[in-house]
């Protein structure tokens, strides 16, 4: 009963390094996505795939990039960190059923500080 | 597109009193809609979900929430606070055609004090 499993949990980047955060999902789950929680805003979407191959942009796109290789695997790529990108970023995964898409399943998050 | 307000970014009760947290959604479809819980430094849960079948929706917890389409509105409550509702909410929408993907739209939380 993993669910979805977002790795680091904390991290510590100076300004220019870049680094993935990782995120697994083990309920076959053909949607995933991620975004970025920062306070007095909710969260805000940043990329997301509707299955492997294919991923699309979604509200904060910039100063990320993201891949689909696999159903399971939907890690996000900082290229280059900017203080602007500390915040709280959490994965999400979920199916389409009938009528539509279900809730979403979260991650624990990632909390990510660049100095 | 779509957009959510919660109308309140903070709401303080006692302990044992009513709660009821706001939203109000904008939708071009007719979309499904959820309450999300997230307790200090924890992921979110899910509370509750609306996906246009009944529309008044029992969640865990004692939570449950009218969805209302001639008012656009999403309300929250629980008959009786306790201490463990300390939190943030988040009011969500979603397509649920899939048009978008599963694009959710989040308002901007409410963080729920509980006074003893």
């Known amino acids: 009963n993993a669910g979805v499993t977002q790795t680091p949990k904390f991290q510590v980047l100076k300004t220019g390094q870049s680094m993935t955060l990782q995120c697994a999902q083990d309920?076959?789950?053909?949607?995933m996505s991620w975004y970025r929680q920062d306070p007095g805003m909710g969260l805000r979407l940043i990329h997301y795939?509707?299955?492997?191959?294919?991923?699309d942009q979604g509200e904060v796109p910039n100063g990320y990039n993201v891949s689909r290789s696999t159903t399971e695997d939907f890690p996000l790529r900082l290229l280059s960190a900017a203080p602007s990108q500390t915040s709280v970023y959490f994965c999400?995964?979920?199916?389409?059923?009938?009528?539509?898409?279900?809730?979403?399943?979260f991650g624990q998050g990632t909390r990510l500080t660049v100095v | 597109a779509q957009s959510v307000t919660q109308l309140d970014s903070h709401v303080s009760v006692s302990e044992g009193t009513p709660v009821l947290l706001r939203c109000n959604y904008s939708?071009?479809?007719?979309?499904?809609l959820f309450w999300y819980v997230q307790h200090p430094n924890k992921g979110l849960q899910l509370l509750l979900k609306?996906?246009?079948?009944?529309?008044l929706v029992k969640g865990i917890n004692g939570f449950e929430a009218e969805f209302k389409k001639s008012e656009t509105s999403f309300h929250l409550t629980k008959p009786s606070a306790h201490m463990s509702d300390a939190a943030e909410y988040f009011c969500?929408?979603?397509?649920?055609?899939?048009?978008?993907?599963?694009?959710?739209?989040f308002g901007g939380g409410t963080r729920v004090l509980v006074k003893p």
């Open positions: 309920m076959n789950h053909e949607y």
């Open positions: 999400a995964s979920s199916y389409s059923g009938q009528g539509g898409y279900t809730e979403a399943f």
């Open positions: 609306y996906t246009s079948a009944a529309t």
């Open positions: 795939s509707v299955g492997a191959g294919i991923t």
């Open positions: 969500v929408v979603s397509d649920p055609s899939g048009a978008a993907g599963n694009k959710l739209t």
């Open positions: 939708s071009s479809y007719s979309p499904s």
